[in-house]
């Protein structure tokens, strides 16, 4: 079994930053794609940013300048530094990852996390 463990949510204010951790544990053979998705109330979960195992990042366009993605491959931790925040911002985030497992590493399964909020207000 594989767990995402996420971590740094809490409530700032317009314009200060944030940096949320996600750590991969378990049976894991391999991860590729590790990302962080987000879903507003009353609003489906949406792409934040993602970035796979060779560096690869994309980002959705509204972050894009305000948010980083980097990843620890060797921890299988993934981050995502905020900055700029803006109160559109406020929102569940999820960490997402497809994770090869060693029990069954020709097939890649995806994973999520519990979710941190974020909440971004005056």
């Known amino acids: 079994q594989v767990q995402l463990v996420e971590s740094g949510g809490g409530l700032v204010q317009p314009g200060e930053s944030l940096r949320l951790s996600c750590a991969a544990s378990?049976?894991?053979?391999?991860?590729?794609?590790m990302g962080w998705y987000r879903q507003a109330p009353g609003k489906e979960r949406e792409f934040v940013a993602g970035i796979t195992s060779n560096g690869w990042k994309n980002y959705a366009d509204s972050v894009k300048g305000r948010f980083t993605i980097s990843r620890d491959n060797a921890e299988n931790t993934v981050f995502l530094q905020m900055n700029s925040l803006k109160p559109e911002d406020t929102a569940i985030y999820y960490c997402?990852?497809?994770?090869?497992?060693?029990?069954?590493?020709?097939?890649?399964?995806?994973?999520w996390g519990q979710g941190t909020q974020v909440t971004v207000s005056s």
């Open positions: 378990g049976s894991i053979f391999s991860v590729n794609f």
């Open positions: 997402y990852a497809r994770v090869r497992t060693v029990r069954v590493p020709s097939q890649e399964y995806d994973y």
